[in-house]
């Protein structure tokens, strides 16, 4: 996994309309690079529609939220449609860009073992590099807070790390 102050690995990939979305050309902004296993299943889904939602308010920061899964533009297309999506989504099919942010792992599910996407989440900064990150990503989490029970969504723990991170 990368870690904090390196270099974030350059990228290109296609989003939902087979359109090139290239990290050089998103030089000087902020990036919210999020990775997920798979289209239309119930986490990811839950997590895009958290994004979405949240949307506004990472516009406000400047920031460009990119959900990147090994699924193709046309999955992607099919995805934003039926959850109506505001974000965009980049297609990594040879799952170089997951090999490279190092999420694509051994998993283990009801007793197999296989490759796939460990769920997790960089923040870019301007300048490129990795200003923060989340492994092992559980969108929506239990919490205890003085006794009570709370649900936690990661998409409020990512913004609010970039909100601070921009008042450095």
């Known amino acids: 996994m ?16 087979d359109i090139e979305i290239c990290s050089r050309d998103l030089k000087g902004k902020w990036i919210v690079l999020y990775f997920y296993p798979k ?3 119930p986490g990811c889904t839950t997590q895009a529609c958290d994004f ?3 949307h506004p308010e990472f516009d406000d920061l400047d920031a460009i939220i990119l959900g990147v899964s090994p699924d193709d533009t046309e999955k992607h297309r099919k995805f934003i449609e039926k959850k109506e999506l505001s974000i965009t989504l980049l ?4 799952k170089k860009m997951c090999e490279d942010y190092g999420v694509w792992q051994l998993k283990k599910f009801m007793g197999k073992e296989f490759m796939g996407v460990v769920r997790s989440t960089f923040i870019i900064d301007p300048d490129g590099n ?3 990150v989340w492994e092992k990503v559980n969108v ?3 919490k205890t807070v003085k006794g009570e029970k709370i649900e936690v969504l990661h998409v ?9 991170l921009q008042s450095k």
């Not at 297609?91 to 040879?94: K, T």
């Open 91 to 94: 297609s990594d099919e040879d």
């Open 39 to 41: 289209d239309l299943t």
């Open 140 to 142: 929506r989490k239990k």
């Open 156 to 164: 409020n723990e990512v913004k609010e790390t970039l909100a601070n």
């Open 130 to 132: 990795i200003a923060a």
């Open 52 to 54: 979405t939602e949240a």
């Open 2 to 17: 990368l870690e904090i102050g390196t270099k974030a690995p350059e990228f290109c990939a296609k989003n939902q309309d």
